[in-house]
Structures are given as structure tokens and as C-alpha cells.
């Protein structure tokens, strides 16, 4: 692997899809403003690279005929990638907001995940769909939800949330290469973050969670953007007293509940931190799967630091206050300390 720099996760993704489109000339890019726009100067081509900038640079390179522009027709080009994967290519489909899978859902639910089972094995489709969550840009409640559980609930589909740079990249070139379709989920506050890439291309394997922080006395799952949020809470739990292992799971269809059970085994307590609402979340089947697994094991029990069950405020200060943060982390780790050394005493 080649020497690490600094980049910043728009960029770790924008390098991974520059790798994984020299390596493979099956690998098209579809969707939204991809190549500027349809109908623009072509002078004007890449002047937008995507809703977020993520594909800049591409069509230089790679031409229109593997970066393609598509009309506001969700429907339309996810089912187009749909087919295109079926037909031998290896899409990468962005669709612009996760609130967009209403318009695509037969396309995602009853062809991409389906295809595979119901051709008996003899259709692959290794279509990746790219996508956006999270609050924090006052988008508004139809732009600004974490639903990465609704496509966690349907079977043949991977679904991939990476919270660094590098994990981005690395995940990223796994997705395209993956035979099955993966919903690769990227939170909207992480694209400045920087953090350190190597300049090669590398692949992370898909359902393999990563252990951020170690720690003994408290173990905090946290998933994307949250993965932050837990760690700087960490460093505030550290100083008074309190050892906090950070999980990020990176991958939360297939689960790597194995190396969360490993780190409850150790500490005793559990923390899930989850940006979707509380029902039927990532936060309750982590929750669920880890009091059947390891019950005798926990010293209290687990808490889940969630959005509330209500839609993302527009306004910047109720969304600040609708979010899941380190404070609340922080809070709720101390109350678990508390109630513990209540009920010793």
C-alpha cells in the first residue's frame, strides 16, 4: 500500500470510484447531475460532479458513455441500473437522499434483492447504490432522515455506513466489486472530514466492524456520522474516570455481532448511538440480538441514545436539539454508573 495523505471523504470516494472504473470497464456511473446536467454546454461537463460534488473529475476521464446523466426519475435509472447489473455492467447509482426510496422501492425490494433468489443463483446483480443520510443542514424533514434500517430489513441487500475517509474508500471498492447488491450509505456532515487514505487502491471487507477506541469499562456502538459523537465523548468519559470502547460497525447488513459481543463480554455495559428513530432501528436489533447473546453478561441494562420518534426540524436549533450528540452520550453513561453503584449499595 502506497504512502498515506490526508483527504477528505468526499474525495476518499471520488478516488475509490476513479479506482474501481480504471480497474474494471464494466463499472458505469448513473444518476443525478453526474456529468454536469442533461443539455448543458459541453464545455460545462463535470461542473457539478453530482448532488454533492462526489463524482467531479469523472467524466473527464471516463467518458459520458460510463458517466451518465439521468433525468429527476428515481425510478427510472435505479431500475436502469437494475437491469444494467443483470446485463453484465457493475452500476453505481446515486440516489441523491435515503427519503428517495419511496420513489424506487419495487426496483430495490422486489428486483435488485430479489433476482439472485429467485433466478435459483443463476443471475447476479452487483449494482451499488449510493446514498445520502443524516441532519444537520437544515435540509428539512424530506431530506434529512437516517432510514438505513429500511434497507437493513430487506434480505440481499448489503448495506455499508463508513464514518472515515478511509473506511469510505476501502468500502467503497469492496461494494463495487461485491456480486450482490449494496446500499453504500453516506452521511451528508462527513464529506469535509478529513482524515488519513493511502493513495492505492485497497478494499475493507464488507460486514467486518471496526474496534475505533479500546476501552474496559463501557462499550458504545455507533453508527456513521455518530461514530464521532462517541468519541469525543470518550475522551470527556476518560478524564473522569470512565474506559469507553468505541464500535463502529461499518457494515450493518451483514452484522458483525461478533466483535460487539466480544467488547460486552469485557465491559458489561452497552451503548447503541443511532441517528434513525428509535422503533424498529439498528439501536433495537443491536439492543435485542446482545440481551439473548450475552445477557449474563451486562451489568445493567442496555441504552440506546436515538433520535426521537418525530420528523427532522427545518430550523437549525430544534435540528441541533433533535440530534443525538456526545453530550447525551456523556449523560447517559453516567446515569448507567450511577444506577449501578445505587443498586450495589
Known amino acids: 500500500m502506497s504512502d498515506t495523505r490526508v483527504a477528505t471523504y468526499r474525495d476518499a470516494i471520488n478516488e475509490g470510484l476513479r479506482a474501481v472504473m480504471r480497474e474494471d470497464p464494466r463499472v458505469i456511473l448513473i444518476g443525478e447531475d453526474q456529468a454536469g446536467g442533461a443539455g448543458c454546454d459541453p464545455s460545462m461537463l463535470d461542473a457539478w460532479g453530482g448532488p454533492f460534488g462526489v463524482t467531479k473529475g469523472l467524466i473527464r476521464e471516463f467518458g459520458p458513455e460510463r458517466v451518465i446523466d439521468t433525468p429527476i426519475s428515481e425510478t427510472?435509472?435505479?431500475?436502469?441500473?437494475?437491469?444494467?447489473?443483470?446485463?453484465g455492467?457493475?452500476?453505481?447509482?446515486?440516489?441523491m437522499y435515503a427519503n428517495f426510496l419511496g420513489s424506487c422501492l419495487d426496483?430495490?425490494?422486489?428486483?435488485?434483492?430479489?433476482?439472485?433468489?429467485?433466478?435459483?443463483?443463476?443471475?447476479?446483480?452487483?449494482?451499488?447504490?449510493?446514498?445520502?443520510?443524516?441532519?444537520?443542514?437544515a435540509a428539512a424533514a424530506q431530506h434529512s432522515d437516517s432510514l438505513y434500517s429500511l434497507f437493513v430489513h430487506i434480505p440481499g441487500?448489503?448495506?455499508?455506513?463508513?464514518?472515515?475517509?478511509?473506511?469510505?474508500?476501502?468500502l467503497l471498492v469492496a461494494s463495487v466489486r461485491a456480486e450482490d447488491p449494496v446500499v453504500f450509505i453516506e452521511h451528508k456532515m462527513l464529506y469535509n472530514v478529513k482524515g488519513p487514505v493511502p493513495e492505492d487502491i485497497y478494499a475493507i471487507p464488507l460486514g467486518k466492524a471496526d474496534v475505533k477506541r479500546s476501552g474496559g469499562d463501557l462499550t458504545i456502538v455507533a453508527i456513521s456520522q455518530l461514530v464521532h459523537a462517541a468519541l469525543q465523548a470518550a475522551d470527556e468519559l476518560q478524564k473522569r474516570g470512565m474506559s469507553a470502547e468505541i464500535i463502529d460497525p461499518r457494515c450493518l447488513a451483514p452484522l458483525d455481532i461478533t466483535t460487539i459481543l466480544e467488547s460486552v463480554r469485557k465491559t458489561g455495559r452497552l451503548i447503541v448511538v443511532d441517528e434513525d428513530f428509535p422503533q424498529c432501528s439498528m439501536a433495537s436489533e443491536i439492543a435485542a440480538t446482545v440481551s439473548a447473546e450475552a445477557f449474563d453478561s451486562l451489568d445493567c441494562p442496555i441504552q440506546r441514545v436515538t433520535a426521537p420518534l418525530a420528523h427532522v426540524?427545518?430550523?437549525?436549533?430544534?435540528?441541533?436539539?433533535?440530534l443525538p450528540n456526545a453530550q447525551r452520550i456523556i449523560d447517559c453513561a453516567l446515569r448507567m454508573v450511577r444506577s449501578r453503584a445505587v443498586a450495589g449499595h
Request: net charge positive.
Open 89 to 95: 455492467l457493475r452500476p453505481v447509482a446515486e440516489l
Open 107 to 137: 426496483m430495490v425490494m422486489n428486483q435488485a434483492a430479489k433476482v439472485h433468489y429467485m433466478s435459483g443463483g443463476k443471475v447476479n446483480v452487483p449494482l451499488t447504490i449510493r446514498t445520502t443520510i443524516g441532519a444537520g443542514l
Open 313 to 322: 426540524p427545518f430550523s437549525p436549533v430544534m435540528e441541533q436539539f433533535y
Open 76 to 87: 427510472a435509472f435505479i431500475g436502469a441500473a437494475v437491469g444494467a447489473a443483470m446485463a
Open 157 to 170: 441487500l448489503k448495506v455499508v455506513t463508513p464514518s472515515t475517509p478511509f473506511d469510505a474508500k476501502g
